[in-house]
């Protein structure tokens, strides 16, 4: 998959899709460090443990490099940054239930905005999925010879055993 890379310093506001979003009750925010075995559990439920173990990873950083999209109790979305790599914006992952309402785009926004935040001049986005998303979203550019970039080529079976 091809990564991506985004001008954080050109980055759309977020104030108006926060309150687009906040008018059917749903907030972006950082989770709270008591909140990570939900969070993980809920990204690794619907989108498997490679990606839990990613947000774990996000939970390291101060302050968490995770935003969380949701509704009451109920999580509608998750993103991490600086997981994979240092600069890195992923995963990020959407509830079938609440696609096609921004959140994704939120939740990306609430992310790139933190990492410009804190220094960074630009972003990538590791093994992006949808390109067209992330272009609409972010203004990101495919990155010119970027395939398969850092991850294992999917060819190669991951790891399944811990080392004795």
Known sequence: MTDMLVKLYALPPLAPLAALLARDSVVMRRPLACEKHLVTAWFGGLFGVGWASECETAFSRLPVACFIAAQEARIAGVACY???CRNFFGPIGVAPTWRG????????LACLHAMAAEGYAYAIIGGAGPLAFFSRSAGAVAIEGSTPGIYPDRATPPLTEKLA
């Open 101 to 108: 309402r921004q959140i994704g785009r939120g939740l990306l």
């Open 82 to 84: 600086d997981c994979t």
